[in-house]
């Protein structure tokens, strides 16, 4: 087979490194791929906005599955387009990809097929917003409605701060065009977890828990990011959370997009909130987490292909997910100053430090080769991953792993999995 896949950060050099293991595969291209993705696929410098151009490269290497990676691409229909050129292509089309383009569309989808969630109140005009905040209970969270690269979330402590917060994402337009509209929701509290999901539009199969780390400082401190490290399995998922997740969340879900007419093939990413009135969705996304990917598919035994062309085919109940029974974390070595202004062009070394070991892995998010090697270039760098026998290993190995690597200004979380210590 030659695969396609579509992106050129760290959930697609994890994908690519599950692709590669396929004996089904014999060649991988990626579009437009980052220098770690070049060592086992061939990189093509077209965008992942360039819905025709990605169509035409495809049908001339006659790819035999195209994967796409990324949420912004998924929400503006490029599976349609693929399909449209008769390519077999993994990830939801345009209109069951909106669970994570739309907050809007998923908290209304929630409500009326009774999936829990936080009571939320929807809001198009800032005057009215700022009426309704007047009278609310703090703390209270206010999200834009489109995506914002998982930073379009704020959680407002006073009424000050949301007032603040409505000006930044509907006037100012912080977000851009995702603050057209916004999700003003009850702040909720308990242990966060990520579940990655595969659909085929009517069978869901669950992959392993993960937890991921949004904010940038090491105590959940600074501003909201892409994600600053993660582990997987999260020790606070248990056997009866999963059990009432399954029943009322997973099935429910792919059960309502269906009814919707927007039957749903691909991987659904739900962010859960553990509270004390049980699990409820913080948020759907249509694609795998980054960096939950990096710690996730390391783990998976099942051959990749077989479990993406059976979502696209709607065999997946014929399928036996499949994980070890082991941990992994990822720590993310960020360039200093992100998610806000920071430097790129940095050499970087020590990466052939990762050649040969099979419990420990370098994933790339910003990198570029150069005549002078490869160099950084994005806020998020690289992900480093371990696997050890449980969580705490696994934590041990991936920090010992940060330090094999060296650039200028890196910098990265010193806590990632800490929460280990208290399961």
Known sequence: MKVLIVGGGGRE?????????????????CAPGNAGIAEIAECVDIQVMDFEEIARFAKKIKADLVIVG??????????????????????PDGKAA?????????????????IPTAAYEVFDDAEKATAYLEKA?????????????GKGVLICNTKEEALDGVKEIMLDKKFGMAGNRMVIEEYMTGREVSVLTFCDGKTIKVMS????????????????????????????????????????????TVEAMAKEGRPFKGVIFF???????????????????DPEA??????????????????????????????EDNAAVCVMLASSGYPGKYERGFVINGLESFKDKEDCFVFHSGTKK????????????????????????????AYEAVEWIDFENKYYRHDIGKAIDEA
């Open 370 to 397: 150069t005549g002078k090697g490869i160099v950084t270039n994005g806020g998020r760098v690289l992900g480093v991953t371990a696997k050890g026998d449980d969580l705490k290993k696994a934590r041990s190995r």
């Open 209 to 252: 828990s993960a937890q991921d780390h949004k904010r940038a400082g090491d105590g959940d401190t600074g501003l909201n990011t892409g994600g600053m490290g993660t582990f997987s399995p999260s020790p606070f998922y248990t056997a009866h959370i999963d059990e009432f997740c399954k029943k009322n969340i997973y099935k429910p």
């Open 271 to 289: 962010g859960l909130m553990l509270t004390e009135d049980g699990p409820k969705v913080l948020e759907y996304n249509a694609r795998f987490g």
């Open 137 to 149: 209970k703090y703390p209270i969270v206010l999200k834009a409605d489109g995506l914002a690269l």
């Open 98 to 114: 909106i669970l994570e383009g739309s907050k809007a569309f998923s908290k209304d989808l929630m409500k009326k097929y009774g």
């Open 294 to 323: 990096q710690v996730v598919l390391p783990r998976m035994k099942n051959d990749i292909i077989d479990v993406m062309c059976a979502c696209v085919d709607g065999t997946l109940g014929k399928i036996k997910l499949e994980f």
């Open 13 to 29: 050099h994890a994908i690519a490194c599950a692709v590669s293991k396929s004996p089904k595969v014999e060649k991988i291209y």
């Open 70 to 91: 990324p949420d912004d691409p998924l929400a503006a229909g490029i599976v349609d387009v693929l399909k449209g050129y008769g390519l077999k292509v993994f990830g």
